[in-house]
């Protein structure tokens, strides 16, 4: 492949251009994922600013499958986030990897809180702040959030990204009374409008998986 080519010359005349390596990272990586990985590595080691050859490498390290490869992975979308250029789809990703190794709901909502404005630019961050707002008892939070916006249904998404029908299941089983804060909670959020049933209009039924 001619790009190939191209960007393997780019390296050889300036082996301190961080563009040249990463983009060959993306384009080999389908099949030669570990020559992608050293070269995203060697990306990243010329210019740690980019968040997003950290989120490659993130995807890289998880997809090995250890335990090692997996904190490594986490370290790398952590460092993606913290930086200037924040994309929501790396917070959503980060919070999975942070679920699936334990990490507490409450530190988990925190960050997602500290960067609620990036949140709401994907559906499906924006969905796993509202699962945890509502695992704190955050309701009022969670349900402004859900009839506040229009959630759309992709089709082609991972089945590991939680949808905002998951989201409100979560939500109304988390409402089911318990005593009699929870009862006062659950008939606000059935008086609430647009609603149908217990459900808001704007949110759509679909067969995502369930919010880690």
Request: hydrophobic share 35%; net charge neutral; with cysteine.
């Amino acid at each position: 492949m001619e790009a190939i080519l191209v960007l393997r010359r780019a390296m050889e005349l300036n082996p301190k251009d961080a563009n040249a390596p990463y983009y060959l990272g993306n384009l080999l990586y389908d099949w030669q994922p570990e020559e992608a990985t050293k070269l995203w590595e060697q990306s990243a080691a010329i210019n740690p600013t980019n968040p997003l050859v950290h989120r490659n490498l993130a995807v890289a390290y998880s997809h090995r499958g250890t335990n090692s490869d997996l904190a490594k992975a986490i370290t790398e979308l952590e460092q993606a986030v913290a930086s200037n250029r924040k994309y929501a789809m790396h917070f959503a990703e980060l919070d999975e990897l942070y679920a699936d190794t334990g990490k507490s709901p409450e530190q988990r909502l925190a960050l997602l809180e500290q960067n609620h404005s990036v949140m709401l630019k994907r559906d499906d961050a924006l969905s796993r702040e509202i699962g945890l707002k509502v695992f704190a008892g955050k309701y009022d939070e969670a349900i402004q959030l859900m009839t506040g916006r229009k959630f759309s249904v992709w089709k082609a998404a991972p089945s590991t990204w939680p949808s905002i029908g998951s989201t409100l299941t979560c939500c109304e089983d988390g409402l089911i009374p318990r005593g009699d804060n929870s009862r006062q909670q659950w008939r606000i959020f059935r008086r609430r409008k647009p609603f149908r049933t217990t459900c808001p209009q704007n949110a759509p039924r679909d067969e995502h998986a369930m919010l880690s």
